[in-house]
C-alpha cells in the first residue's frame, strides 16, 4: 500500500471513529471569548476542591446574560477530581456574558463570555418547544414542524457502557433508526433487569441480553448492594456520549428519570440521595435541546409513588430546568387529573378502540399535545419478551396510524430493543432472524414530510371507510386493506374535480396521480394486500 493511500485510509479511520465519539465541547473558564454555534452543547470548566462537604448538592450557579439583556439562571454540577461544569447551550446568536455563585469561595464570582453564531451544525433546530398559536403540536425551536416518531429502547445507555474509546453498536443503531424516520427514542436513565420469565434462547445468544449488569450503576456500588452515600460519575459521564450521540443525529431523547418495574434498587422516596440523584439529573442534561423530561416511565402503576410526590417532582424539576425542556409524565390517570402541571399529555392505552379513544383526547386537551406512549403493539422478534396485546408488524403499524389520524403522536417497539434484550444490528443476523419492520415508519415519517402534520386535523365526519385527516387544500385518508370501496360523493359538493393518488403504508410506494371530474368511488390499487393512504386535493371548487 502506497504512503497516500495509508495516509487516507488512517484519516479515514480516525473521521469514523470521531464520528463515534460523541464528544461535548469543553472550554476552560477564561475570561477570554470562546465561540460556539448556535444549540451546540458547551461545558465551561472549573477547578475546586471540596473537603468533608457533599459536592453533589452544593449550590453552585452560573447567571447568563443573553446579548439582548436577558437573564437565564443555569446550574452547574460536580463532574469528579475536583472538577465542575456549568453546560450550556443557546438559541440566540451574539455575545453571551455569565458570572459564576457559589457558597464555595473558589467557584463564585467567575466572569466569562461565549460568542454565540448563527452558524449550525449536522441540521440542528433547536429544542422541541410548544407554540401557542398551534398548542396541539410540537415544533422545533427554529419554527419548523416536528412529527414525533418515538422508538423504546429502555437500556440504550448501557449498549456501549464498557467501550471506552467509542460507541459503535450505539452509533449503529442509531443510525438505522434515523434512516427510517424515526426522530425519538423513549429511553430509561437507568433500568436493571425485567421481573418477567426470559426467553430460553437468549441462553444461546448472551451478547443479546443488557439486563443485570453487575457494574453499572447510577450511584457508588451496585444495584445489589447500592452506596447511596455518592453518585457515580462514571456512569453519567458515559450517558453524556449517548445523549451527545443523539444530539449529533437530530433524534431526541425522551428521558424518563425513574422506573419503577425494572428492579432498580432505588433510594426511598425524597430521601437526601433520591434528592440528590433527581437534581443531578436534570443539572446534568438540560441544556442538551435533545432532551425532552419524563419524570418516570408508568410513575402510578407499582404502588411505589402517588400524586403528591411526582407534583413534588414536577416543581423540582422545573426548578433548575433553565432550558425549559418539555416536561410529561408517563401515566395517562396523573396527566388527566394535572394536566396543567405537564407540557403535554401521556397516554398508554392498549384497548382495540385506541382510535376513538386519542381522538377524545385530542378533543378533550385542545391546549397542548398528546402522546401515546404505549400502544400495546409489541412487534415480534427471534425472542418473546413482552408481548402485550399485539405482535404482528402490520397491526403494530396501524395502531400508529391511528394515533396519528386521531391527531397525536405515538411510539414504536420492537421486542429485541425496546427493552433488556437489545439486537442493535438486526438486519445483519443470519438468516432466519425475524428482522423489524422499521422501513414502515420510514414511509409514514416521508408522507408527513411531504405533508406538514401540524397542518392537519382530524375530521371524523368524513372518515367514511377511512379515518380522515384534513389541512385547508388536502385530504388524507387512512384506508384499511379490507376496504373494497372509499365512496367520495362528498367530495364534489365542494369541488367540481379532485386529484387522487394512494400510498402504500407497506412499501411506500404511490399509485399514479390521477384528475377526477365526476362523482365516483375510490378502489385502493393493494385491497385486500396494504392498508393504504388516499390523498386528495381539490382542483376546481364549485362556484
Not at 99 to 114: A, D, F, V
Not at 270 to 294: C, E, I, L, Q
Not at 372 to 389: A, D, M, R
Amino acid at each position: 500500500m502506497s504512503t497516500i493511500k495509508q495516509f487516507v485510509f488512517v484519516l479515514l479511520g480516525l473521521i469514523y471513529f470521531n464520528s463515534l465519539q460523541a464528544e461535548i465541547k469543553t472550554v476552560k473558564h477564561s475570561k477570554k471569548n470562546n465561540t460556539i454555534k448556535k444549540w451546540e452543547v458547551v461545558d465551561i470548566a472549573f477547578k475546586a476542591d471540596v473537603k468533608n462537604q457533599n459536592p453533589f448538592v452544593i449550590d453552585f450557579v452560573a447567571q447568563f446574560t443573553d446579548p439582548n439583556g436577558k437573564v437565564q439562571i443555569v446550574p452547574g454540577f460536580y463532574n469528579g477530581a475536583g472538577n465542575w461544569v456549568v453546560r450550556f447551550s443557546a438559541s440566540v446568536a451574539g455575545v453571551w456574558t455569565y458570572e459564576t455563585r457559589s457558597e464555595i469561595k473558589t467557584l463564585n464570582g467567575k466572569k466569562g463570555k461565549l460568542v454565540v453564531s448563527n452558524e449550525t451544525s449536522n441540521e440542528h433546530k433547536g429544542g422541541i418547544v410548544l407554540n401557542p398559536e398551534k398548542p396541539r403540536n410540537f415544533f422545533y425551536e427554529n419554527g419548523e414542524s416536528y412529527f414525533l416518531t418515538a422508538f423504546e429502547c429502555d437500556w440504550l445507555y448501557a449498549l456501549d457502557y464498557h467501550n471506552q474509546e467509542a460507541l459503535p453498536k450505539t452509533d449503529h443503531l442509531l443510525n438505522l433508526l434515523h434512516e427510517n424516520g424515526f426522530n425519538q427514542v423513549v429511553m430509561n436513565v437507568f433500568s436493571y433487569d425485567v421481573s418477567w420469565k426470559k426467553d430460553d434462547e437468549l441462553k444461546e445468544h448472551p451478547e443479546h441480553e443488557y439486563g443485570a449488569p453487575k457494574d453499572i450503576f447510577p450511584f457508588l456500588g451496585n444495584n445489589e448492594n447500592p452506596d447511596y452515600s455518592s453518585l457515580n460519575v462514571e456512569f453519567f459521564k458515559k450517558l453524556d456520549r449517548t445523549i451527545a450521540l443523539m444530539h449529533d443525529k437530530n433524534i431526541v431523547s425522551h428521558l424518563m428519570i425513574y422506573v419503577w418495574n425494572k428492579l432498580v434498587a432505588w433510594p426511598e422516596m425524597n430521601s437526601d440521595a433520591d434528592n440528590m440523584y433527581y437534581d443531578y439529573v436534570v443539572k446534568r442534561y438540560g441544556a442538551f435541546p435533545n432532551v425532552m423530561w419524563d419524570v418516570s416511565k408508568e410513575a402510578l402503576y407499582y404502588g411505589r409513588a402517588d400524586d403528591a410526590y411526582i407534583l413534588e417532582r414536577i416543581k423540582r424539576l422545573r426548578e433548575n430546568n433553565s432550558f425549559n425542556r418539555l416536561v410529561t409524565v408517563h401515566d395517562y390517570g396523573f396527566c388527566k387529573r394535572h394536566a396543567e402541571s405537564v407540557d403535554f399529555i401521556s397516554r398508554q392505552d392498549w384497548t382495540y378502540s385506541l382510535y376513538t379513544n386519542m381522538l377524545d383526547d385530542y378533543n378533550k386537551y385542545s391546549d397542548k399535545p398528546v402522546f401515546n406512549i404505549e400502544h400495546g403493539g409489541y412487534e415480534e422478534s427471534p425472542y418473546e419478551v413482552f408481548t402485550g396485546s399485539y405482535v404482528n408488524a402490520e397491526t403494530c403499524l396501524k395502531r400508529n396510524y391511528q394515533c396519528v389520524f386521531a391527531g397525536v403522536y405515538s411510539t414504536y417497539y420492537w421486542q429485541a430493543a425496546s427493552w433488556n434484550v437489545v439486537v442493535y444490528n438486526p438486519y445483519e443476523q443470519e438468516e432466519g432472524f425475524i428482522k423489524p419492520k422499521f422501513e414502515y415508519f420510514k414511509y409514514m415519517t416521508s408522507l408527513f414530510s411531504k405533508f406538514d402534520f401540524s397542518k392537519f386535523k382530524p375530521t371524523p365526519w368524513h372518515n367514511q371507510a377511512g379515518y380522515c385527516l384534513k389541512s385547508d387544500d388536502t385530504y388524507l385518508f387512512y384506508v384499511p386493506k379490507d376496504t373494497y370501496k372509499f365512496r367520495g360523493e362528498f367530495l364534489f359538493k365542494e369541488n367540481e374535480s379532485i386529484s387522487l393518488q394512494w400510498m402504500n403504508t407497506l412499501s411506500g410506494e404511490y399509485s399514479e396521480l390521477l384528475n377526477v371530474n365526476k362523482k365516483q368511488d375510490f378502489e385502493s390499487p393493494w385491497y385486500n394486500k396494504a392498508d393504504a393512504v388516499l390523498i386528495i386535493k381539490p382542483t376546481n371548487k364549485n362556484k
